[in-house]
C-alpha cells in the first residue's frame, strides 16, 4: 500500500532543497505497544479514504469525529488531517509512516509533506504567467506610456502569490509533525 517514492523521480533530485525549505520533514517515533496492537488502535482513530485531489472537498460536512483520514495497514500509514467547516488552518501536509518492531518497542520512521501535485501546478502556472506579464510589460511599456508604480506593484503582488503559498505549506508541515507526535502517542498510551 505504502511505497517510497521512486528514486529516479523529478522530486527525488530536489528532496534536499525542500527538506531545507522546510516543505517535508522527518521524525521518528519510539512506542512502548506491539505493533498489531497499535494498528488496531490508529485505525480505529483514522477514516478510510483516498487522498486524491477532490478528498477535501466533502470533509467539512463529514458527521465523523475522527481527526485523520487516509490509509493504516500493518506495514504503515498514509494519512492527512481531516479539514473542518469553518478551519482556517490550511491541512496541505501528508504523513507517511512505515512501522517496525524491534523487540518491546514499536519504531515508526513518519516522512511529513505538504508539496502536492497542485501546488507543483500553481507554480508552474504562476510563474509563466509573471514572466509573460514582465516580458509583455518590459517589451511593450515605452511604447504605451506605462505608469512608473505599475512594476513595483506587480512585483509585489509576485512576491505575495509566492510567499503566501509557501508559508501556509510550511506551517502545515510543523503543525502536523506537532499534532501528530501528540496523537501516536497518546494512542499508544491509552
Keep these: 500500500m505504502i511505497q517510497k517514492r521512486n528514486a529516479n523521480g523529478l522530486l527525488e533530485r530536489f528532496r534536499p532543497s525542500l527538506e531545507k525549505l522546510g516543505l517535508i520533514d522527518y521524525m521518528t517515533l519510539s512506542l512502548d505497544i506491539d505493533i498489531l496492537e497499535f494498528v488496531k488502535r490508529l485505525k480505529a482513530q483514522v477514516d478510510e479514504s483516498n487522498l486524491g485531489i477532490m478528498s477535501d472537498v466533502t470533509d467539512p460536512f463529514s458527521s465523523s469525529r475522527n481527526e485523520f483520514k487516509g490509509e493504516v495497514d500493518r506495514h504503515g500509514f498514509k494519512i492527512k488531517r481531516r479539514r473542518k467547516l469553518f478551519d482556517v488552518n490550511a491541512n496541505i501536509a501528508v504523513a507517511k509512516g512505515h512501522f517496525r518492531q524491534e523487540r518491546e518497542q514499536l519504531i515508526i520512521d513518519i516522512e511529513i509533506d505538504s508539496l502536492s501535485r497542485q501546488m507543483v501546478f500553481f507554480y508552474l502556472i504562476i510563474t509563466f504567467a509573471y514572466i509573460s506579464l514582465f516580458t509583455t510589460m518590459i517589451a511593450f511599456g ?49
Design 142 to 190: 515605452s511604447e504605451t506610456d506605462m505608469p512608473v508604480f505599475v512594476l513595483p506593484f506587480m512585483l509585489i503582488h509576485a512576491a505575495l502569490m509566492f510567499g503566501i503559498p509557501y508559508f501556509l505549506m510550511r506551517r502545515s508541515v510543523k503543525r502536523m509533525k506537532y499534532e501528530l507526535e501528540r496523537e501516536l502517542f497518546f494512542i499508544a498510551n491509552k
